[in-house]
């Protein structure tokens, strides 16, 4: 699914459509297990439900439990879901609204499970954006000064796959996977940036802000400068 921004020309008053090849954004924070969560899932499904009417009421197996895997509460349409295990809250948006806005939404999810559940610490803060560039959108992925995870695009082969794990600046780890089927014209990018641990959980929305500050700053790294100015993508050098 491809999200897109529309900017009205002020010379024409034409309508400029500018496509984001944005498939799926996704927060995920981990914490120490708390069995209360199994107890409190009932609960924590009626807060989901507020903010989402149409939700899907998640299907439980026999013998499966949020101790094994996560239970998936979404909307109707697939555009977001909230993950809840014992462990790990997540969310995620398949029709992106927005840095701001996402965040937001995921810290509402994350208060009434704190609220529910008290958390002390996170043992892995994640802020994951799945990347997908179909036909022209191709043309606007760097082919000249690569960073190293996108070195595989310079083969002139069929098919390409590349994982890297390194270190960003702000000291936070990073995984990131290049998919490129020339075949069809495709290229997924997927960026995944962590903090491994997080002693203070107040400060979460501001840990959040830094990790999708390094995933910009990746994507920039990956894109033309004009296709990034296009989409109004700037990134501040880590302090």
């Known amino acids: 699914m491809l999200r897109c921004i529309v900017t009205l020309m002020p010379a024409t008053q ?84 927005g840095w701001v806005r996402f965040r937001d939404a995921f810290l509402e999810h994350w208060q009434h499970l704190t609220d529910l559940v008290p958390v002390g610490r996170a043992t892995r803060v994640a802020v994951r954006f799945v990347n997908r560039f179909d036909g022209q959108l191709t043309e606007v992925v760097r082919r000249t000064d690569l960073p190293p995870f996108l070195a595989p695009l310079q083969l002139d082969t069929v098919r390409h796959e590349a994982s890297t794990r390194y270190r960003t600046q702000r000291g936070h780890s990073a995984h990131v996977q290049v998919l490129w089927e020339a075949s069809n014209s495709a290229l997924s990018l997927d960026f995944d940036v962590a903090l491994d641990d997080l002693e203070d959980v107040d400060s979460l929305s501001g840990t959040l802000d830094r990790l999708h500050d390094d995933v910009e700053a990746l994507f920039l790294a990956s894109v033309e400068p004009r296709f990034a100015a296009e989409l109004g993508i700037s990134v501040e050098e880590p302090t």
Do not use: K, W
């Open 14 to 97: 034409e309508i400029e459509v500018i496509p984001v090849p944005l498939a799926e954004a996704v927060i995920e924070v981990r914490f120490p297990g708390e069995a209360d969560v199994e107890r409190l899932r009932g609960s924590f499904q009626r807060t989901v439900r507020e903010r989402f009417p149409d939700l899907l009421v998640p299907r439980v197996v026999a013998g499966e439990s949020v101790a094994t895997m996560p239970y998936v509460f979404s909307r109707r349409d697939r555009s977001q879901a909230v993950l809840l295990s014992v462990n790990l809250l997540g969310y995620i948006a398949r029709s992106y609204p």
